[in-house]
C-alpha cells in the first residue's frame, strides 16, 4: 500500500466518518424492504410515491452517507484540507439527516405536509452544513491535485442538487407541483448519478487505485480534462432540455461516452496492477465497470424508446456501478480506519486489515448483491420475481452491515485494554 502524498496526521477522529458509513447499509435494508412490499407497476414509474421513497433511500441513506463518510476521511488525508471540528460538523450533519430523511419517507407515505416541511429544512441544513464546510477546506488547500479539483467539482453538483431537492419537496408539501417539476426531476436524477457520485467515483479513484492496488497511475488526460469534460456535459444537457429538448440527446451521448471510456480504463486497469491477489473489492470494481458500460449505453438507447427502460437504466447505473463501489471501497477504508486508528495509539497486537473481516462472509454478501442485481432486472419483464429478488437484496445489505460492524467491534474491544505502547510522546 502506498501512502506516498498523503496528510495522515491530519486524518480525523474515526467517529466523524464511521457514523457515516455504519448507517448507510441500515438504509439499504430499508429500500428493500420496502420495495418489497411495493406494488410493481408504481416501482417502474419514477415519479409514484413508492418509486421515490425507495429510490431516495438507497440515493441519500445509502450513496450520500457513505460519500459524506468518505469525504471527512479523505479531504484531509489526500488533500490537505483542514476540516475543523470534524467531530462535531459530522455529528451534526448526521443527525440532521437521518431525521430528515425518515421525516422525507413517512410524510410521502402518509402525505404529511408538517413532515415534508420538517424533512425539506433538515435535509437542507444536514446537507448544506457538512458540504459548505468542506468547500471552505478545499478553498484553503495550496496545492489541487486531479482527485482534490473532482472532489470539489462533485460537491458543486451536489450543493446544486440539494437546492433542486428542497425546491421538489417544497412541491410536495405546499401540493403545487408545476410543469417546472418534471424538469427539475430529470435534471436532479442526474446531476445526483453522474455529478455528484459519477465525478466523486472518478476522483477517488485517482488516488485509490494505485494506492490500495498498485494500479497504473491515470493518464495525464483524466487527471487534467476528464472532469471538466463531463461537468460541461452535464450543463450542456441541462440547458438543452429546458431550452432545445430535441438536441438534448448529442450531450447524453457525450456523457455516456465519457463513462463508457472511464468503465473501459478501471477494467484495463485492474488488468494490469502490479499485485495480482484478487479479493472482493476487486471483484465489485469489475462488476461496476461492467454495469456502468451496459448502462451507459442503455441510458442513451432509452432516449429512442420515449425512456421506458430508464428503470433498468437506474439498476444498472445507480446499484450495479454507484452501489458496487461504494460497498466495495467500505471493506477497505473501514478495516483500515479501524487499523489505522488503532496503531497510532500504540495497539500493535491486533488484526491486519484482511483479517478484521471474514472472506467468506464478503464473498456471499457479494454474490447476494450481484444476484438480486441481476433479479431486479428480470423483474421488469417478469413480475413475481420482485419478491424473491428483494429479500435477496435485504440479505446482501444485512450481511454487508454486520462486515462493516466486525472491524468496529474489533477496535470498541481493543480501546478497553491498554495499548502495547505509549504513543502519546510522538504527538
Known amino acids: 500500500m502506498d501512502f506516498n502524498g498523503l496528510s495522515i496526521d491530519q486524518a480525523p477522529p474515526i467517529s466523524a466518518p464511521l457514523r457515516f458509513f455504519v448507517t448507510a447499509p441500515i438504509f439499504g435494508i430499508l429500500a428493500g424492504v420496502l420495495a418489497l ?65 425518515f421525516s422525507m419517507v413517512i410524510g410521502l407515505e402518509i402525505n404529511s405536509p408538517t413532515l415534508l416541511w420538517m424533512a425539506l429544512l433538515l435535509l437542507g441544513i444536514g446537507f448544506f452544513v457538512i458540504m459548505i464546510r468542506m468547500l471552505y477546506a478545499i478553498y484553503g488547500v495550496k496545492h489541487f491535485t486531479a482527485s482534490i479539483k473532482a472532489m470539489a467539482v462533485s460537491l458543486l453538483f451536489a450543493l446544486s442538487i440539494v437546492g433542486m431537492g428542497v425546491y421538489l419537496l417544497y412541491g410536495y408539501s405546499s401540493n403545487s407541483i408545476t410543469l417546472l417539476h418534471t424538469t427539475m426531476v430529470n435534471v436532479h436524477s442526474v446531476w445526483a448519478i453522474f455529478g455528484f457520485a459519477g465525478i466523486l467515483i472518478i476522483g477517488v479513484s485517482f488516488q485509490v487505485l494505485p494506492m490500495f492496488y498498485v494500479a497504473p497511475p491515470f493518464h495525464n488526460f483524466y487527471k487534467s480534462s476528464f472532469v471538466l469534460l463531463i461537468a460541461v456535459g452535464l450543463l450542456l444537457w441541462m440547458l ?49 465497470s461492467f454495469f456502468l458500460m451496459l448502462g451507459s449505453l442503455l441510458w442513451v438507447g432509452d432516449e429512442f424508446f420515449n425512456h421506458q427502460y430508464i428503470v433498468i437504466v437506474a439498476i444498472f447505473v445507480g446499484l450495479g456501478f454507484i452501489l458496487s463501489v461504494m460497498s466495495g471501497m467500505l471493506y477497505k477504508i473501514v478495516p483500515f480506519l479501524v487499523w489505522f486508528h488503532l496503531n497510532t495509539q500504540g495497539y500493535m497486537t491486533i488484526p491486519t486489515m484482511n483479517e478484521m473481516i471474514k472472506k467468506r462472509y464478503a464473498r456471499l454478501q457479494f454474490v447476494l448483491f450481484i444476484v438480486s442485481i441481476i433479479g431486479f432486472f428480470i423483474s421488469y419483464y417478469s413480475e413475481f420475481l420482485l419478491i424473491p429478488s428483494s429479500l435477496v437484496f435485504v440479505a446482501s445489505m444485512l450481511i454487508l452491515e454486520y462486515n462493516i460492524l466486525s472491524p468496529v467491534l474489533i477496535y470498541r474491544a481493543t480501546k478497553k485494554r491498554k495499548p502495547d505502547f505509549d504513543m502519546s510522546a510522538f504527538k
Open 240 to 288: 438543452l432540455n429546458i431550452f432545445s429538448p430535441e438536441y438534448a440527446l448529442y450531450a447524453k451521448i457525450w456523457i455516456a461516452l465519457l463513462f463508457m471510456s472511464f468503465s473501459a480504463t478501471i477494467w484495463i486497469k485492474f488488468n494490469k496492477r502490479k499485485r495480482t491477489i484478487s479479493d472482493i473489492t476487486v471483484w465489485y470494481w469489475r462488476s461496476a
Open 37 to 101: 412490499f411495493s406494488d410493481w407497476s408504481s416501482l417502474l414509474n419514477r415519479y409514484s410515491i413508492e418509486s421515490i421513497v425507495v429510490t431516495h433511500l438507497i440515493t441519500v441513506g445509502f450513496f450520500g452517507f457513505v460519500m459524506l463518510g468518505a469525504l471527512t476521511q479523505m479531504l484531509p488525508v489526500i488533500a490537505g484540507a483542514n476540516i475543523s471540528n470534524a467531530k462535531r460538523f459530522a455529528g451534526f450533519s448526521h443527525f440532521l439527516l437521518i431525521v430528515g430523511l
